[in-house]
């Protein structure tokens, strides 16, 4: 059950490519932009205030579908789950899919905005949480339907055929599969290229990061059980302590980065969790650790997660305990993230396309990032088509230099205060991501 409270009663606005009394070129692109929006931001704060968590997006599917339907595109809803997919043939040309994601998180806002989310809900433990679009998929979401009513309004400068994918459940890595594992590339045109962007929380808004290569982690959750034979603790030489185990295993685990893995190949093992024990004189029988997997290379994936299973195995082993006790490694393929790697060429003619449009001096060159987005999924299909995906910066300029100045951490990504400049920030999206589609429709596939 989810409790809605809202800040202010919401306009329930539809975009439509004739709601706009006039007529532009791409030249016009930033005054056509700076028209519509007014709506745009009206439909931001509607998705920003009417948050749903992965695999829950039923409204928000509904309303992205209604938006693309107006604006003359042939939706399917409900695609893989709660996506939708919008298309529009335009002429013969190439195929250029955009791709936004939909699903918010299980946090409470405390932005202290006037339009911040009050949405909760109750969790699997009957707990009331928030939910709160602390990632920017209400950015992504309204730049979406902003670049394609620019398309839309343009359509007399391209040709080829405009795919509009508005993704669910990408926080917890299942949307693009199942999408993909539905057929998007099957039973719509495939396309020839992808684009997305992710607003940034380290970029000022009206600024662009582009990263060619790998631009984000391979994501793999982990589970180790690690068993022991328990017992009083007054009488630890007559057990095997499953919490000492668990302290080797988790100082030894650092050796995979710091030891195994080469220094040129960035990785990371972090250990989140740790959990056994129920009282100080009691040796129990069993440890759980949670851990998180970082890498660019899959290789290196494939390294870890078989170093992780050496070493544990090893160390309990050297405890002596026999081979029905040894510790259980257990990998959740389910949500296992492969990394994003963004077509150098692709990511070089998004990266041109942006600077014509924004200037050189608002387009950056981002390092790559330990986070994760299934956005990399796109790329890894047997059609191997090339993707990349952009960072749109949304820190308010002068709270971003007010950052610099005094060396303050900015709110992150998924952080309860995280509040993007979301005018600037929606504004350079569409310019940006209009432009580069526009281009690439006028750079056909080779």
């Not at 809202?6 to 016009?28: E, K, M, Q, R």
């Not at 529009?88 to 918010?104: H, S, T």
């Not at 911040?116 to 009957?126: E, G, Q, R």
């Not at 991501?433 to 596939?445: E, G, I, R, V, W």
Request: aromatic share 6%.
């Amino acid at each position: 059950m989810t409790c809605l409270r809202v800040a202010y009663p919401l306009l329930a606005l539809v975009f439509s490519a004739s709601s706009l009394s006039f007529t532009a070129s791409a030249s016009d692109l930033d005054l056509s932009v700076s028209k519509a929006l007014p709506k745009l931001e009206q439909l931001y704060l509607h998705l920003h205030q009417h948050p749903e968590l992965s695999y829950q997006e039923k409204a928000t599917s509904q309303r992205m579908a209604q938006e693309l339907k107006q604006l003359g595109f042939e939706v399917t809803a409900n695609f893989g789950g709660y996506g939708v997919v919008g298309i529009v043939k335009n002429g013969k040309g190439p195929v250029v899919m955009i791709r936004a994601d939909i699903d918010g998180l299980p946090i409470i806002e405390q932005t202290g905005k006037e339009y911040a989310s009050t949405v909760t809900t109750l969790n699997a433990d009957n707990s009331t949480v928030g939910i709160m679009h602390g990632c920017g998929h209400d950015i992504h979401m309204t730049s979406l339907i902003g670049t394609a009513q620019q398309l839309m309004l343009h359509k007399a400068d391209w040709q080829g055929t405009l795919m509009m994918v508005a993704q669910p459940a990408e926080e917890v890595g299942g949307g693009a599969k199942a999408m993909l594992k539905q057929g998007l590339f099957s039973q719509f045109p495939t396309p020839d290229s992808i684009i997305g962007l992710h607003v940034s929380a380290s970029i000022p808004a009206g600024k662009v990061g582009t990263v060619s290569g790998y631009a984000l982690a391979n994501v793999d959750s982990v589970d180790i059980t690690i068993k022991g034979k328990g017992g009083h603790g007054a009488y630890p030489h007559v057990t095997i302590d499953p919490v000492v185990l668990a302290a080797r295993i988790v100082l030894a685990l650092q050796t995979i980065v710091s030891r195994e893995v080469s220094p040129l190949e960035p990785n990371v093992v972090t250990v989140g969790a740790i959990h056994g024990g129920s009282k100080h004189n009691i040796i129990s029988d069993e440890v759980k650790l949670q851990l998180t997997l970082r890498s660019y290379n899959p290789k290196v994936r494939e390294q870890q997660i078989a170093a992780i299973k050496r070493i544990t195995t090893g160390i309990a082993i050297s405890a002596g305990l026999p081979d029905d006790l040894m510790p259980v490694v257990y990998v959740h393929d389910d949500e296992t993230i492969p990394s994003t790697y963004n077509d150098p060429t692709l990511a070089a003619k998004v990266k041109a396309s942006i600077e014509a449009e924004l200037g050189s001096d608002n387009v950056l060159v981002a390092p790559p990032v330990m986070a994760g987005e299934d956005f990399g999924l796109y790329g890894l299909t047997a059609e191997k088509r090339p993707i990349t995906l952009f960072w749109l910066g949304g820190v308010e300029p002068s709270q971003y230099q007010a950052s610099v100045e005094s060396g303050d951490t900015l709110p992150s990504l998924h952080s309860s205060q995280f509040a993007p400049d979301y005018s600037l920030t929606i504004r350079t999206g569409v310019r940006a991501m209009t432009k580069s589609a526009m281009d690439l429709f006028n750079q056909p596939a080779q």
